[in-house]
């Protein structure tokens, strides 16, 4: 070996010990978790899950799974590794909430959760850490529930969710993960009562929420926790929509398409907000791409996600670029994801078959259009806006056919 050739091994040799000296000191395993006797505030639990829960977000649940189950190997008898599981779980069944495919495995990983977590909040001086995970079990196994009308189910978890967000709440400074269950607790303990009445007898015992402290403390949870930042940007992204705050809502959805782009709940979130704030081109490229994950059956992406795509696109094309045959076209592919999400009685399949309907009208498909109005006043709901357009519609529809029988007579 040459001298030149000598010195480059050695330098080479040398760059790689003080590469591997500088990851033992940047994460030793053991050094760690000798320092942080939980897991949430653990650095290095952060740095080996932080791509796992990227995966997760970005729908590689397969990535995702195998780092989860490391984790849950590393640490058997703590609740985290059991409650990203759980969470993977949940954010399959996100995209449509009517698919009970996952219900069963999300239930128990989040029951193993609580398990774990009831052992350690009993043999823990620091109640705060299993407090968290207990709640934060709690409150996924309720909202499933709901969502399957399991009301009594729902509300047994949804009141043990409660009694340990209780006990986390004002103690962000611990950890800025228990911010968030003040964030939630403050807007839905206000949002609820507002918009079910009939549930203000039974939140009557509990303290009265604040909504807008309650998106404050989600937006600072958005902003500083690990492992609920993206879970508040989701719930945050609803809120905005809710109160009408619609340029706050695209903002949030733009940045979580760009941080997640193959997660079909903030594209089509994304696809959605720019539409309604005019943001046309944005929109239709979005929805165009959501169509196309579609046809390609990626992961996530299904009919729910296609009703709002196609709704977009065939809304551009009847109104901005006044091509009604790719408008039909694309009006009656919204009709038929909807028809597939078993939701034809939401806006978008009425507003579809509206649009059809005065298609059909300028075409002087006069009978085809009355179909489609008839439809909309009969099934649809009587205060929606598609219903009074449709009666609008009809009345049009009677005037031109008498005007026509007129002229015949005439």
């Excluded at 849950?72 to 985290?80: E, I, N, S, V």
């Excluded at 509300?155 to 611990?174: E, H, I, M, R, V």
Aim: glycine share 4%.
């Amino acid at each position: 070996m040459t001298p030149q050739l000598t010195k480059k091994w050695l330098l080479t040799a040398w760059l790689l010990g003080l590469a591997f000296m500088a990851k033992a000191q940047l994460y030793d395993p053991s050094a760690f978790d000798k320092k942080y006797d939980g897991l949430l505030k653990h650095p290095g639990v952060q740095i080996e899950s932080a791509e796992a829960i990227n995966q997760m977000y970005n729908y590689k649940f397969y990535d995702a799974d195998k780092e989860f189950r490391w984790l849950r190997l590393r640490y058997p008898k703590h609740p985290m590794p059991y409650f990203l599981l759980g969470l993977a779980e949940w954010w399959k069944i996100v995209p449509n909430t009517d698919v009970t495919d996952y219900d069963d495995k999300c239930i128990m990983y989040m029951d193993s959760t609580i398990a774990l977590a009831e052992k350690l909040y009993d043999n823990s001086e620091n109640k705060l850490e299993p407090a968290f995970f207990l709640a934060a079990a709690y409150a996924f196994k309720g909202r499933l529930y709901s969502e399957r009308k399991k009301w009594t189910k729902a509300t047994f978890a949804g009141k043990n969710a409660l009694k340990y967000f209780q006990q986390c709440k004002g103690n962000a400074d611990f950890s800025p993960e228990l911010l968030f269950g003040d964030g939630m607790y403050n807007y839905y303990a206000q949002w609820i009562p507002e918009n079910y009445p009939l549930l203000k007898p039974i939140l009557m015992f509990f303290p009265k929420g604040n909504k807008q402290q309650g998106i404050k403390e989600l937006e600072k949870t958005a902003n500083s926790a690990f492992y609920t930042r993206v879970e508040a940007r989701y719930f945050l992204l609803q809120i905005y929509s809710m109160e009408n705050q619609y340029e706050k809502a695209y903002e949030m959805a733009k940045y979580m398409t760009e941080q997640y782009p193959d997660n079909p709940f903030f594209e089509r979130y994304y696809a959605r907000s720019a539409f309604v704030v005019g943001k046309i081109a944005e929109a239709e490229r979005l929805s165009k791409d959501i169509l196309d994950k579609i046809s390609r059956s990626q992961s996530g992406y299904e009919a729910v996600s296609g009703r709002t795509a196609a709704y977009i696109v065939a809304y551009i094309n009847q109104h901005f670029y006044k091509n009604n045959a790719l408008a039909k076209e694309y009006y009656q592919k919204s009709i038929d994801f909807a028809k597939q999400s078993n939701s034809t009685n939401a806006g978008y399949y009425w507003s579809s078959v509206l649009a059809l309907g005065k298609i059909a009208m300028q075409e002087k498909q006069y009978d085809q259009a009355q179909a489609y109005f008839n439809e909309v006043t009969d099934k649809a709901e009587r205060k929606s806006s598609q219903y009074k357009e449709a009666k609008k519609s009809l009345d049009e529809w009677k005037k031109i056919r008498r005007e026509e029988r007129r002229k015949r007579r005439d």
